[in-house]
T-cell receptor, first 114, second 108 residues
């Protein structure tokens, strides 16, 4: 009965490969996010989707492409992986009244590019 | 200036101590405020929302000063299990903006 679930939890891959991370939430939330936490532990937003529509697209290389097939899913596809992409990627979701309830996070995907 | 700034830490305190964390934010249009807790190699989890009038949840007290754009978190009678990184979070528009976090270690 996990609220926000991401797969895989760990991902080790070589430079130049293409990989995807999947995220699903069963909370009925309208908004989903991808955050990146780098080696300095700083959490930075990458994308935000509201009801399958892209709302926020921060300065992220276009090798990163989010896909939202429905409002319960927000997947992240990464092309041509680089060493600097190594980080923990967190998916999150928030209800319509997000200012009251905040955002709920998945357990994270630890990506290591070698 | 960063959007959300916090005490750099780390804070190392003995069990039973009272510890306070400070946070400032730059966007005066910010709409809501939170403290999150992140344990090592885990996801951030909501600790508490922060209301204008200040609010308390057991040993935790949060305060907000909109005029100074300042948020605080006070932990009383700290426990070993309070050891974690505490993240100040400010929401505006569609976004939750996280501070860099302050690490707390409670020592026996």
């Amino acid at each position: 009965d996990t609220a926000v679930s991401q797969t895989p939890k760990y991902l080790v891959t070589q430079m130049g490969n293409d990989k995807s991370i999947k995220c699903e939430q069963n909370l009925g939330h309208d908004t989903m996010y991808w955050y990146k936490q780098d080696s300095k532990k700083f959490l930075k937003i990458m994308f935000s989707y509201n009801n399958k529509e892209l709302i926020i697209n921060e300065t992220v290389p276009n090798r990163f492409s989010p896909k939202s097939p429905d409002k319960a899913h927000l997947n992240l596809h990464i092309n041509s992986l680089e060493l600097g992409d190594s980080a923990v990627y967190f998916c999150a979701s928030s209800p319509q009244d997000r200012f009251a309830w905040g955002a709920f996070f998945g357990q994270g995907t630890r990506l290591t590019v070698v | 200036r960063k959007e959300v700034e916090q005490d750099p830490g780390p804070f190392n305190v003995p069990e039973g101590a009272t510890v306070a964390f400070n946070c400032t934010y730059s966007n005066s249009a910010s709409q809501s405020f939170f403290w999150y807790r992140q344990d090592c190699r885990k996801e951030p989890k909501l600790l508490m929302s922060v209301y204008s009038s200040g609010n308390e949840d057991g040993r935790f007290t949060a305060q907000l000063n909109r005029a100074s754009q300042y948020i605080s978190l006070l932990i009383r009678d700290s426990k070993l299990s309070d050891s974690a990184t505490y993240l100040c979070v400010v929401a505006w528009g569609q976004n939750f903006v996280f501070g860099p976090g302050t690490r707390l270690s409670v020592l026996p």
